[in-house]
């Protein structure tokens, strides 16, 4: 288990903003996403855990080794900590030949186990064919899983992978996942991977921290986190929420039913505990929550008038954009018959409602 | 006449010499320049630039008072070796490595800082000596450069004329290199000897450099970036 609390200040230089660092949080086995947008502390927060930056305050327990302690000046040099670390560019040594980049991280064990250790991780990782090159003569995928077993061989207490998918397409983003699902799997330590990629966050995170700005705003596992963001911010970092500023016009606790104003529409919602009337919130809702259908007549409870600006194809379904900064999601055979149509009803559900 | 080879044998020598001695202490300059924050360090980088700039003879008038017989560096060497440092070939090594230490710090250290700071953090990662990462890491990647530097530095070593005129003199057969050798020659009309030495020095000069112009080209394909 890896336990951090690390704080770090960095003043404003002439290129950069003044940054804190603030973060406290636990991993257990398993992979814990750090999940944020660039310059939230992410990879800092990383590599104080790896000894290559030293944090101002804080205290870092890996299992129950203390690797940094700000009151007592312990801070174990990086080469002493045992964290596997994936590097973002991999960072295989070009001048060695693969066996060699596996054998380095193992120079100080017995030959015939050395020897032993790097031929099953080898095969483990499905490199024995090709262990005689360079770097430079490897495959995207190859160098990708070098880099993975170089930072397992050792036998770490945690693994540290900086956005190990950062730049792969698909097909080898595909191949990295399975990859680490395995991993997680055969060697049960923690991992703590940085991605600025939600999907990736769904697929492979067990746990995962949004940080921002140099702090952890919201933890839990992924799935919580896309159901329930936090606030307007994580939701907002999600990137796939309708976020719609709304003044809360009535609040009946008794009937569960609230009243909504976002522009000069009225929306009916369920109670919201803990809010007031005239409370100016955000309306949080996905876009394949929403329904749509092309404008004809009468408009019933929360059904609200619209005009589509563009519609954006995705695999399956094709996102309408809507004035108003309101964005649905339908099934293509459902738009498809109305393609030309300017003017739809979009229907909010009055349940599902939430406000952040 | 014939030619007297002495100067050129002397010269090498001095050359091979100095540039192995430049290549213990500049590396350790460079290694050191590059990578650590040390109160002091402009003053120290200033310093090593410092023989690059100064007329030859003030660094010769320098190594002079520092080495001479009545200084205690001085005194230290004639009691360790029996004889004085200064007007011996000797003498012509520290000259040389004066002229040459300062132009393979600096090459060396441009060649550290071009290593990848990611290899290196790996290597500390992978849980690697700061010894073993300098041997087995640092070196093997700017072995290029510095191999390079070092073959500026044996080129320079060669042609210094001035400081070594001033601590190791003009001494035919014992301390004449071929710099002075040749403005002995100008001077003595002997143009035949003249002409040769320049040309050999010449040729010698420009090997040099196309190997150190080879050596400065990427040695793992395309130059290593993110994938």
Redesign the interface.
């Known amino acids: 288990m890896i336990q951090a609390r690390v704080r770090k200040q960095f003043a404003p230089g002439e290129e950069s903003a003044a940054f804190s660092l603030d973060v406290d949080f636990k991993a257990e086995a398993g992979i814990t996403v750090l999940f944020g947008p660039s310059g939230a502390g992410k990879t800092l927060t990383l590599d104080s855990i790896a000894g290559f930056v030293r944090p101002d305050e804080g205290r870092i327990l890996l299992d129950d080794e203390i690797l940094f302690d700000g009151a007592s000046g312990v801070h174990l040099p990086a080469r002493a900590r045992r964290c596997g670390y994936v590097f973002q560019n991999y960072a295989l040594f070009p001048h060695m030949t693969l066996r060699g980049n596996l054998e380095f991280a193992v120079e100080r064990i017995p030959r015939l186990e050395r020897h032993r250790k790097v031929n099953e991780m080898l095969e483990k990782f499905h490199l024995a064919e090709v262990s005689g090159r360079r770097p430079y003569e490897l495959s995207g995928g190859q160098k990708q899983r070098c880099s993975i077993a170089r930072a397992l061989i050792g036998s770490p207490r945690l693994l540290l992978l900086d956005e190990p998918a950062r730049g792969l397409e698909a097909p080898l983003r595909a191949e990295l996942y399975a990859v680490l699902r395995q991993v997680r799997e055969e060697f049960q330590i923690p991992a703590l991977l940085v991605t600025h990629d939600f999907e990736e966050c769904l697929e492979l995170g067990d746990e995962m921290l949004v940080l921002r700005e140099g702090r952890v705003v919201q933890s839990g596992t992924p799935r919580k986190v896309f159901e329930y963001p936090a606030n307007v911010d994580v939701a907002r970092l999600l990137g796939v929420y309708n976020l719609l500023p709304v003044e809360i016009r009535g609040l009946d606790p008794g009937r569960n039913v609230s009243r909504l104003r976002y522009q000069d529409f009225e929306l009916t919602g369920p109670y919201f505990p803990g809010r007031l009337i005239g409370d100016r919130v955000w309306l949080c809702i996905r876009p394949d929550v929403l329904t749509a259908s092309p404008k004809d007549g009468s408009l019933g409870t929360n059904q609200m008038p619209a005009t589509l600006v563009r519609a954006v194809e995705k695999v399956e379904r094709v996102r309408l954009e809507f004035a108003d900064d309101v964005a649905v999601e339908l099934p293509r055979p459902a738009f498809e018959k109305y393609q030309s149509v300017k003017d739809w009803v979009i229907e909010f559900p009055s349940s599902g409602l939430r406000v952040l | 006449m014939p030619i007297d080879w002495f100067p050129l044998w002397l010269s090498l020598r001095v050359a091979v010499i100095s540039t192995a001695l430049a290549l213990g202490v500049g590396l350790w300059l460079a290694w050191i320049l590059a990578n650590r924050q040390f109160r002091g360090k402009e003053v120290l980088d200033a310093a090593v630039t410092l023989p690059l700039v100064l007329p030859p003879t003030v660094l010769g008038y320098y190594l002079l008072v520092v080495l001479g017989r009545n200084s205690p560096v001085g005194k230290i060497y004639e009691w360790l070796f029996g004889e004085p440092l200064v007007f011996s070939w000797q003498a012509a090594v520290v000259a040389a490595l004066f002229h040459s230490t300062p132009l393979l710090v600096k090459s060396a250290r441009a060649a550290f800082e071009s290593v990848?700071r990611?290899?290196e953090?790996?290597?500390?990662?992978?849980?690697?000596?700061e010894l073993?990462l300098f041997w087995?890491?640092t070196l093997?990647?700017a072995r290029r450069s510095i191999l390079a530097a070092a073959a500026l530095a044996f080129a320079r070593s060669l042609g210094d004329f001035g400081v070594t005129l001033m601590i190791a003199g003009n001494i035919p057969g014992r301390t004449q290199t071929v710099a002075l050798a040749i403005y002995d020659a100008v001077e003595g009309g002997n143009g035949k000897t003249a002409r040769v030495l320049v040309l050999i020095i010449s040729g010698i000069a420009l090997m040099v450099l196309s190997v150190a112009n080879r050596l400065t080209s990427s040695?793992?394909?395309?130059r290593?970036?993110?994938?």
């Open positions: 990848d990611s290899y953090r790996a290597a500390r990662n992978l849980g690697a000596s073993r087995r890491v093997p990647l040695p793992y394909g395309p290593q970036t993110a994938l």
